[in-house]
């Protein structure tokens, strides 16, 4: 008779300790979080916001292209997540500043890093793409990619 392996109990979670996030899940608010944070004006944002505390006009005249209203939604997105505080200041003409939080810290470095690798690996991925774009155009038409269509 061969000796069975004992199957270590499953703990419960603690009561007070929310579940980590299955980002897998359609429903998981964890997507949310995904979406927000590596959204293009997320990336940059929080990139920028590593360096220091900033005021709104600092980060749109540092973040080319962003609109007043996309800096200002993807800031309340950060915001709510927890990785950014908002500091307002009761003065004329309004005076607000960003910075990160200890949690915002923390994906700020994630993502500066991926933005580290992409600007580091721009050459490669730029020469990918031209001879991705060579090899479809050069597709007869009844094999184009249905995004070619």
């Known amino acids: 008779m061969a000796a069975q392996k004992a199957v ?7 009561k007070n300790k929310p579940l980590r996030g299955e980002l897998m899940s359609a429903d998981c608010p964890s997507r949310d979080v995904l979406k927000h944070v590596t959204s293009r004006w997320g990336v940059l ?21 962003v609109s007043e209203k996309m800096l200002a939604q993807t800031l ?10 908002r500091k307002s200041y009761d003065t004329v003409p309004p005076h607000v500043e960003y910075r990160l939080t200890p949690l915002g810290e923390q994906v700020g470095a994630r993502v500066a890093t991926l933005a580290t690798w992409i600007e580091d690996s721009l050459p490669e991925i730029l020469s990918a793409q031209r001879q991705f774009e ?16």
Not at 47 to 64: A, E, I, N, P
């Open 76 to 85: 309340k997105w950060l915001e709510a997540d927890g990785f950014v505080a």
């Open 8 to 14: 270590p109990a499953r703990r419960a979670p603690a």
């Open 134 to 149: 060579a090899s479809a155009q050069a597709e007869p038409a009844d094999r184009k990619r249905p995004w070619q269509l």
């Open 45 to 65: 944002l929080l990139v920028v916001l590593m360096g220091g505390t900033h005021r709104f006009s600092d980060l749109r005249r540092t973040v080319g292209g």
